[in-house]
């Protein structure tokens, strides 16, 4: 297996959702890209994903600063929202409109959920396709006056890409599978882009050409990678790591009390002591890096 060189000047980048207080996965998800990027001369910049305006909140997105900085990691320039990018998202959807390949989504999701044919893909059920099959005069009338998401025609679209490879930082080029995660949204209907796209085109607009994120988000790169190709945007290099698990094994949650580096500070941890096993490797008592 032959290993990607790294960039010669790493820009990386931590892209949390400020839907709750961060934890101990995410500190230490954040410093790993931080000291890659410092240990090299290059760069580490901070992004909050907030276009779910229902579950984001101004307190967390202060509370991921504050977290942060406690922790003692620091990001080049200013921070990135995607709230005030929303502009951008919507002129590559239109792009990807003129290009035939997205289509408007009037289905609930209890439509999809109760639609017994729905297979599952590595994002859980598979969009069965249902609004695919809508004529354009059908879509025309209920895009004026329906709510709709915006879903890839991710056959069409894998068929105008090609074949496509990524390449990881740790298992060398890796084959594209977008097709697995099926027709997924890429405008929500409450916002006018998805995660895949706003992650995407912001990991282009920011100069990142390294990404390091968690091993949940695996798949999500096949779909990110084959918006790349569409829209004509360069390709980082990816790097997937565990993610961590408390003693019963379940994934370590916003929710969960207890490993907050907000209550990990109001308990009196040294920031500098916590940084140093977090880079070690060591964790509070009962957590571990699930095996993959
Ligand atoms: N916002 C995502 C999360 O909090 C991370 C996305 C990414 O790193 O690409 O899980």
């Not at 890659?36 to 901070?46: Q, V």
């Not at 893909?121 to 004026?144: F, I, M, N, Q």
């Not at 697995?180 to 100069?207: C, E, F, I, N, Q």
């Amino acid at each position: 297996m032959s290993l990607p060189a790294l960039p010669q000047h790493i820009v990386t980048r931590f892209a949390p959702s400020p839907t709750g207080r961060l934890h101990i996965g995410h500190g230490w998800s954040a410093l790993m890209a931080h000291d890659l990027a410092r240990g090299a001369g290059g760069i580490f910049r901070l992004r909050i994903e907030d276009i779910d305006g229902a579950r984001s909140r101004e307190e967390h997105v202060a509370g991921i600063v504050e977290d942060l900085t406690w922790l003692g990691i620091g990001w080049a320039g200013a921070v990135v929202r995607q709230s005030e990018r929303l502009g951008h998202y919507a002129d590559a959807l239109d792009r990807l409109k003129a290009m035939g390949l997205v289509y408007p989504c009037f289905c609930t999701r209890a439509d999809i959920a109760g639609s017994a044919s729905a297979p599952h893909g590595p994002e859980g059920p598979v969009y069965p396709g249902t609004c695919r099959a809508l004529t354009k005069g059908e879509r025309a009338a209920r895009t004026a006056q329906e709510p709709h998401a915006w879903r890839i025609d991710m056959a069409r679209a894998v068929a105008q890409a090609g074949a496509l490879t990524w390449q990881d930082a740790d298992r060398g080029t890796i084959i594209a599978d977008p097709l697995a995660a099926g027709d997924v949204v890429l405008a929500r209907k409450d916002a006018p882009t998805s995660y895949h796209l706003a992650a995407t085109l912001d990991d282009a607009a920011m100069g990142i050409n390294f990404v390091l994120r968690g091993s949940d988000l695996i798949a999500a790169t096949d779909i990110h990678r084959l918006l790349q190709a569409l829209l004509d945007l360069p390709t980082p290099i990816y790097r997937h790591h565990g993610l961590l698990v408390d003693a019963q094994g379940k994934r370590l949650a916003k929710r969960s009390g207890g490993i907050q580096l907000a209550q990990l500070r109001a308990d009196g941890m040294d920031p500098e002591r916590l940084r140093d096993d977090l880079r070690q490797g060591r964790f509070p008592v009962g957590i571990s890096v699930q095996s993959s």
